[in-house]
């Protein structure tokens, strides 16, 4: 993968929009659509695309009535009124890594051995690893100006100071991105950080995601959204190993107000594979349930995004983890609708997701909930429920369908029961 590519969207969602229904069924009857079940629209006709339920009239504003037939002929009909549902965007503080090693060609041209002695190019006709980071970075940035929705992003650097020191504010503020790489001045600001770096110094990772946490925790009502660090470094600790554990408590910590944790680990980083696995298990990002995570011996651990295994190549690595990254961050989840005042709260036995592909003959269909399945599996096409049942995440397999559907509609529709995977 040429590295300049970055972290383009492999599906971005183009003119997606999102639209809730809210309804009353005036019914508790039983819809009896299952995977590929039926359903009728009054006064409609066809059924949509898969054996969904065309919805048909209820993408606008407004009222509408839908008839769901269930299996024994009973029906719930319900009295739709629409309101807007947004998906919700990212906010990613990146934590970047410009200490003196990165100086330092990536194997195989210079071992990882041999820049500890000497952090400086072995082959000077070669790219530094700090030059890959940052052409990685900043094609990675400009990339996400197509992501829907549009994210927000900064970026600190550790150190400040040629030594030890590190940020207590981003050195790019955090701000939403405008859509248009060619004159958003948060991406400019961005990739002109990048470009003034000149590594030198320590690696002060404990003080500068303490730092990060802070930031993000204090400032949350700005920053609305799914809260992200992204830590890339090539090394371990230096400037204060004897807090490393105070750091892996305080990621878990972080996870548990919303804050998730990417871990990259690049050429130089072998032995600090078990502080940094433990950092990217503790902040909800490992790379499997089971990954190792047990803090011991240093070099052991394998729940971040490891880029020191031999036979890698760190750009085609790095460029792979950060477009698995957006992957994640930029996922298919919306808030559940908010009841106006006065109304009963929502009935989550009652809410149902409706995808309508792009195209002016294409006609809605359930997105079924999927409980039996991970979300993060390819084969889960469903939904569940996120964040304490305010959030609806569309888990892998429907989401990569949305992404990769430029045109594609998403109604949440309250009020009828949940049409649900047989268990």
Known sequence: MDIRQGMIIAATLGAFVAVGVATSCSSESDTGLGAN????????????????????????????????????????????TTVTAQATPAVMLFLVDRTGSMNCNAPPIQTSENCALNPQKADPNSPSKWEITRDALSAAFAGLETAFPLPSMGVAYFNNDNYCAFPSVPDVDI???????????????????????????????????????????QNQEVFPGNLFVVLLTDGAETCDPSATDFLVQKA????????????????????????????????????????????APPEAGDCHMDMTQPGMDFATELAANLQEISAQALSCEFAVPTPEPGDPPVDLGKVNV???????????????????????????TGW???????????????????????????????GCKTQEVPA
């Open 354 to 380: 409706v995808y309508t592909p792009g195209g002016a003959e294409a006609q809605g269909q359930y997105i079924l909930q999927d409980n039996s399945l991970s979300c993060d599996d390819p084969n889960n």
């Open 37 to 80: 079940g039926a359903g009728a629209s009054t006064g409609t006709g066809a059924m949509g695309a898969a054996g969904g339920l065309n919805l048909g009239g209820l993408g606008g504003e407004g009222a509408g009535i839908v008839s769901d037939a269930g299996p024994d002929g009973d029906a719930d009909v319900c009295a739709s």
């Open 175 to 217: 701000l939403a991105l405008s859509g248009d790489a060619g004159t958003d001045p948060q991406l400019a600001a961005l990739q002109a950080s990048l470009t003034a770096v000149v590594p030198q110094g320590d690696t002060p990772i404990v003080g500068t995601m303490m730092n990060a946490y802070n930031y993000l925790h």
């Open 252 to 295: 878990l910590e972080a996870n548990w107000v919303g804050i998730r944790t990417f871990v990259l680990g690049a050429p130089g980083s072998e032995g600090a594979r078990a502080f940094l696995s433990q950092i990217a298990f503790n902040g909800g990002t490992p790379s499997a349930p089971g990954c190792d995570h047990s803090g």
């Open 384 to 414: 569940q429920y996120t964040d304490n049942n305010t959030k609806i995440l569309l888990c892998a397999g429907a989401c990569d369908t949305i992404k990769n559907d430029p045109g594609a509609t998403v109604s949440i529709e309250l």
